[in-house]
């Protein structure tokens, strides 16, 4: 319930005040004697999601950082799981000034979600933060493409947000690489 609560704080109503419930769903899950290190992981992956909500990058990195050493330590470091924690860790060092941070996390996510060797499965939304990171590290060519790859997939998919971020994103690179 806890859970529960901070993530409807998170979306709709106030982020700060979900950390506060993920607080309390870990000092319930340690006392309730029914603590699984799957169920810590969640715990600890919805405490720094609830720190980047709510404008906290410093306090949501670190948390990030211990929630990916537990889901490797649980064998666990090349799922979906694992790849949307990186997508939100490498959003939370873009946030901080840290491209070469954001660009390792978010090719590492694009990796795990490419394990078959295409991008069927990976999401546009992933393509297009880690194309936004290489237009911002001067990469800008590369960064066009992967937005175009990115729009063509939300495309493909019907996800007209993902579809407007990779186009807008091409068109900022466009712009400057002075292709008017």
């Not at 005040?17 to 810590?40: D, F, K, N, P, Y």
């Not at 996390?105 to 194309?131: H, K, M, Q, W, Y």
């Not at 990171?133 to 960064?143: F, N, S, T």
Request: hydrophobic share 45%; proline share 2%.
């Amino acid at each position: 319930c806890e859970l529960r609560a901070a993530e409807i704080e998170r979306e709709d109503v106030d982020p700060a005040a979900a950390i506060a419930h993920v607080q309390r769903a870990a000092r319930l899950l340690e006392t309730s004697g029914t603590a699984t290190r799957l169920l810590q992981v969640r715990v600890a992956m919805d405490l720094a999601e609830s720190f980047r909500a709510a404008g906290r990058p410093v306090d949501a990195a670190a948390a990030f950082e211990e929630a990916y050493a537990r889901l490797e330590a649980l064998g666990r470091g090349d799922t979906e799981t694992a790849g949307t924690l990186l997508n939100n860790w490498g959003m939370t060092h873009h946030a901080l000034g840290q491209p070469l941070d954001a660009l390792r996390l978010f090719e590492r996510a694009v990796a795990i979600a490419s394990a078959d060797g295409s991008d069927a499965s990976v999401s546009p939304i992933l393509l297009t933060n880690l194309a936004r990171v290489l237009v911002d590290l001067g990469k800008v060519g590369d960064g066009v493409n992967l937005a175009d790859r990115s729009a063509a997939l939300a495309d493909r998919d019907g996800n007209v947000v993902a579809y407007n971020q990779g186009l807008a994103l091409r068109a900022a690179g466009y712009r400057q690489l002075g292709n008017l």
